[in-house]
């Protein structure tokens, strides 16, 4: 095409073609992902912000976000020591000042010498800097009560988020009845069916019993395994404890009869132990799963597969942004461990200020350093406001007719059941909606209120619920408790 009118027919020409990616030609899996909590009620959200903004009437002044755990959006602050630490790392010529405490600079100088020319600027190993995983290790084994932790078991990650994914694609393969299947709970933090979808594995679904708060019984397990192998190869059994978004904590009891099951069925076990720290309820402990696995001796600590997985992005930091976490590995066969240190490679390191933020969350001042009493103070101040939060939240729900709220006994966010008019489960059904998702869309308009439906989790048909995170500061969340008691009340007369 070397004419002007050559170049117009190559224009037309070229103009013609269809798109190479169009939603019909893309990957069938992506169009099967959902992730409840970033979807059409924030999207949502997200616009009736931009009409406050543009000056719309509403009958509020703002959006409150309570569909996700982001701690600092919500106004919780960070502790001082990991932030000192972090600006030292960030900028080192603060090193040669004394605005900072001399443990802050020790830890800063110490991941420093780590790090590529002295700066957090420079890609890690990809397994993670090393002496971030020993103090990970040893972190673990003094959680743990002593029992040895390797370093070599523990890979650092973008949160716990991306070692959980990259869990599964090291587990799914197969077609047909041999493809792989995966137990998770129902109800289920999202990223697990998203993840699932999109790798193209069996969602096994096994239900949590919300007459018992939530718990988790061996024969409901056997039940869903059981299904399942009519139609997959089922090979994983995953757990979130502290339970999001369901804020339940497994009994040592639960958790050995779980590993039992595993070590029965031949499953490898995925823990999803990132609210650790986040237990509120009288009588209730965390266990870690290592733990108990270790203490049920060498007949089930030798030989169940086991993956831990933990984040900065919980339990009192909250440091969602910095996308630290790590996974620690028992019973890897080496040669699979060797294929994901290949995999992670891939992405050539964890984000490294996460890093550094990672390790001073397992390595934060000891009793006679400098910060140690304000870090103290803050941390247990964190955790104690969560737990009154956990207690008026239950407490608030369980005053509404139609609401009904099992005890807050960890992590971060309340799951009440609603009772739905008929004719509002019917008109829901006309648009095409789940009713609590019909609901949650009504709330959001009508209060600015910003929730998370059940169907988004996964529930027992016929069930309804809602997930709020009980992490807004206690004065707007009881102006919230009480906008959605209002709005339960309006909107049950509205549709008997």
């Known amino acids: 095409c070397l004419s002007a009118q050559g170049d117009l027919q190559c224009l037309i020409r070229y103009s013609t073609l269809p798109a190479v990616l169009t939603i019909d030609t893309m990957n069938p899996n992506v169009k099967k992902v959902e992730y409840a909590v970033r979807g059409p009620i924030v999207q949502r959200a997200v616009q009736i ?21 982001d701690a600092h959006a919500m106004g919780q602050r960070p502790i001082t020591f990991f932030r000192q630490v972090l600006a030292l790392c960030s900028y080192p010529e603060l090193l040669e000042g004394n605005e900072f ?8 100088r110490r991941i420093l ?7 957090i600027g420079a890609y890690s190993a990809s397994q993670g800097i090393e002496c971030v995983r020993q103090d990970v290790a040893r972190y673990i084994q003094e959680r743990d009560g002593g029992i040895p932790c390797n370093p070599d078991n523990i890979y650092l ?10 869990i599964l694609k090291l587990l799914v393969c197969g077609e047909g009845r041999n493809r792989t299947g995966v137990m998770i709970p129902i109800p289920q933090y999202p990223l697990y069916s998203a993840a699932l979808a999109d790798l193209g594995a069996v969602q096994i679904e096994y239900y949590l019993d919300e007459e018992n708060c939530w718990s988790l ?27 999001n978004p369901t804020g339940q904590v497994q009994s040592r ?25 986040n237990v509120y309820a009288e009588g209730c402990e965390f266990h870690s799963f290592k733990k108990v696995l270790f203490e049920m001796g060498p007949e089930y600590s030798d030989t169940v597969e086991l993956v831990s997985f933990h984040s900065t992005s919980k339990c009192y930091m909250g440091e969602c942004g910095f996308r630290g976490g790590y996974m620690e590995v028992i019973n890897m066969d080496p040669d699979v461990k060797v294929q994901l240190t290949k995999l992670v490679s891939v992405r050539l390191c964890p984000p490294v200020p996460g890093q550094a933020l990672l390790d001073v969350v397992v390595n934060p001042p000891r009793p006679g350093e400098p910060s140690f009493n304000t870090y103290i103070k803050e941390r247990t101040s964190t955790l104690q406001v969560l737990a009154e939060k956990a207690w008026l939240t239950e407490e608030v729900f369980n005053t509404v007719p139609g ?7 960890g992590a971060m966010y309340s799951f009440p059941r609603i009772s739905l008019p008929e004719r509002a489960i019917q008109q829901a059904k006309e648009k095409g909606q789940a009713p609590d998702m019909f609901y949650c869309m009504k709330l959001l308009e009508e209060t600015g209120i910003c929730l998370v439906p059940g169907s988004g989790f996964g529930q027992r048909e016929g069930t309804y619920h809602f997930r709020m995170t009980i992490l807004p500061p206690t004065d707007k969340l009881k102006i919230v408790l009480e906008k959605v008691k209002q709005f339960h009340q309006s909107f049950t007369q509205q549709y008997s």
């Open 101 to 108: 405490p001399e443990d802050a600079k020790e830890r800063a």
């Open 217 to 243: 019984d061996v024969s409901e397990l056997r039940r869903a395994l059981v299904a399942a192998q009519q139609h997959c190869s089922p090979r994983a059994l995953c757990i979130i404890n502290p339970g």
């Open 49 to 69: 912000e931009k009409e406050l903004k543009a000056g719309a009437k509403k009958p509020f002044s703002e959006v409150i976000r309570a569909n996700i755990g």
């Open 253 to 277: 009891q639960c958790i050995e009869d779980v590993i039992r099951f595993a070590a029965e069925e031949h499953l490898f076990l995925m823990a999803d132990e990132v609210y650790q720290d």
């Open 113 to 119: 010498q780590a790090c590529g020319g002295g700066s």
């Open 157 to 166: 990650s973008t949160g716990a988020s991306d070692a959980i994914v990259t």
């Open 403 to 409: 609401i009904t709220c099992n005890p807050v006994q």
